[in-house]
């Protein structure tokens, strides 16, 4: 079965410094795709950013961008310049190919300090 | 607007009280999820529906029920609930056109079985 494992349950950066996620999943699959989902306090899921395995080139959201590592099943979420609004649980998540079954990682807690 | 919307947002009920959480896209998408959320435990899928009279299992459909009679709702109904079902429920739908498979999700709703 298909995991999605965030070992960080919680994280800290200073306001405009760079921080990095991380995420790794398993699956025998060779066509899903990846996303990262944000949560701020209002509880409202936002797509931060979505990843094909086909494609070897990392996706980039402005100041969000992923290191996808194929080989090594990870999928880490690089956010620069972090600003206050980027506090928010992080969730990770893996999905096959032609199948909308999403699989969720627990979340990492995001804190930006002023 | 695109927008997946839930009623009620917040709901507190007791044990045994049969209830449905309604969920309606605007946005014609054929796939449409319900997930719980729990602290610790992420989002977990309880069923989804690729399309209309078309609906399937997800990791925790025990407790719940579904139907998609037409493409725009996909009601979850609670026909016994009970104290561990309380939690955040979210609705989520995607559309299959072009592989954009983007899962928009509903504002959510947070249900207290008493």
């Known amino acids: 079965a298909q995991t999605v494992t965030q070992s960080q349950p919680e994280m800290s950066v200073q306001e405009a410094e760079t921080v990095t996620l991380s995420c790794t999943y398993d699956?025998?699959?060779?066509?899903?795709?990846l996303f990262w989902y944000k949560q701020p306090p209002s509880r409202q899921m936002i797509l931060v950013i979505r990843?094909?395995?086909?494609?070897?080139q990392n996706a980039t959201e402005n100041r969000f961008s992923v290191n996808f590592q194929k080989a090594a099943k990870s999928f880490s979420l690089k956010i620069s310049d972090s600003q206050l609004g980027d506090a928010a649980m992080y969730f990770c998540?893996?999905?096959?190919?032609?199948?909308?079954?999403?699989?969720f990682g627990k979340g990492t807690r995001l804190h930006i300090l002023p | 607007e695109a927008q997946v919307t839930q009623n009620p947002r917040y709901l507190i009920t007791v044990t045994g009280k049969k209830l449905t959480v309604t969920c309606s896209q605007n946005?014609?998408?054929?796939?449409m999820s319900w997930y719980r959320q729990d602290p610790g435990l992420g989002l977990r899928q309880i069923y989804y529906?690729?399309?209309?009279?078309?609906?399937d299992k997800g990791d925790v459909p025990e407790g719940y029920k579904v139907s998609r009679k037409e493409k725009r709702n996909f009601p979850l109904i609670l026909e016994s609930p009970s104290p561990n079902q309380t939690s955040l429920y979210f609705c989520?739908?995607?559309?299959?056109?072009?592989?954009?498979?983007?899962?928009?999700f509903g504002p959510g709703t947070r249900l207290t079985v008493l």
């Open positions: 989520a739908s995607s559309s299959k056109e072009g592989y954009t498979d983007t899962q928009y």
């Open positions: 699956t025998s699959e060779s066509d899903y795709y």
């Open positions: 990843q094909e395995a086909y494609k070897q």
């Open positions: 998540a893996y999905r096959k190919g032609r199948d909308d079954k999403i699989i």
């Open positions: 946005m014609n998408h054929e796939y």
């Open positions: 529906s690729m399309n209309v009279e078309v609906t």
